[in-house]
């Protein structure tokens, strides 16, 4: 540690500065990293402590830890008092961490609520998926014969382990479900405008042919509640992010 530099964190007797953490950080290639957490500390802290719309019933907050402590076993009052000990916490302290929890998801809440429906509407072509099976040959003639077949009644599941090029010819070519939006444009407006069971192709794929069959669509809903969440939480850390580039950010290391 540099002389007369205050100790930040002391390892076995060796003590280190802010400075020497820093310089630590910054060979392993983590510095930025660091700063970019503790910037994202600080956005959400300020607006948990600034905005007055997060507030939570005392209620809610009692019950989270009646039921926390019920999933615990924690019910005794020794057992408790033993946990908040060992976890290096207190009553008030705890009861402050799920209250910055509830916050933290009704600021997320609050913050998604008006962009949701717009967003979902932009994803909703990488949302939506479709289940395709294919089948992969070398020549365009290979491709046009074999859905000639398939039109004959041959079954293409068959035709598929008997001749595909890709591993999924062992699942009969099954693809199992593909985002629309990662499909090529070609096969997209062609899966767009089938019906299940149709066969699509041939369509050259990086110098070979396939013919696919769409099995089923599967359109993306704002039902699905785990979608639903999943969208809050790309919204929140997008704000997250336009905060953090909006900032103004110096750093400065002690000196020597």
């Given amino acids: 540690m540099e002389a007369n530099a205050p100790a930040f964190l002391t390892v076995n007797d060796a003590e280190l500065s802010i400075r020497d953490c820093l310089r630590y950080l910054q060979s392993a290639g983590k510095l930025q990293g660091f700063i970019s957490d503790v910037l994202r500390q600080y956005v959400l802290q300020t607006e948990v402590e600034t905005r007055t719309d997060l507030e939570i019933d005392q209620a809610i907050i009692q019950q989270a830890v009646i039921d926390f402590r019920l999933q615990q076993n924690l019910t005794e009052p020794q057992a408790f008092q033993d946990f908040l000990v060992k976890n290096g916490t207190d009553v008030v302290t705890f009861q402050n961490q799920i209250t910055g929890n509830f916050k933290m998801e009704k600021l997320k809440a609050v913050i998604s609520e008006s962009r949701l429906q717009e967003y979902f509407i932009e994803r909703k072509v990488f949302l939506d998926r479709v289940v395709l099976s294919r089948i992969i040959v070398e020549s365009v003639d290979l491709a046009e014969e074999l859905k000639s077949q398939v039109a004959e009644g041959e079954a293409f599941e068959a035709l598929a382990q008997q001749h595909s090029l890709t591993d999924d010819k062992l699942v009969n070519g099954m693809m199992g479900p593909v985002s629309r939006g990662t499909l090529p444009d070609g096969i997209r407006a062609l899966v767009d405008a089938a019906n299940p069971g149709d066969i699509i192709g041939p369509i050259e794929l990086d110098g070979r042919w396939g013919i696919f069959r769409l099995e089923q669509n599967i359109p993306a809903t704002l039902d699905d509640v785990q979608l639903q969440q999943n969208l809050r939480n790309e919204l929140f850390e997008r ?14 290391v002690p000196e020597q």
């Fill in 239 to 252: 704000w997250v992010g336009e905060k953090i580039q909006a900032m103004t950010v110096k750093l400065q």
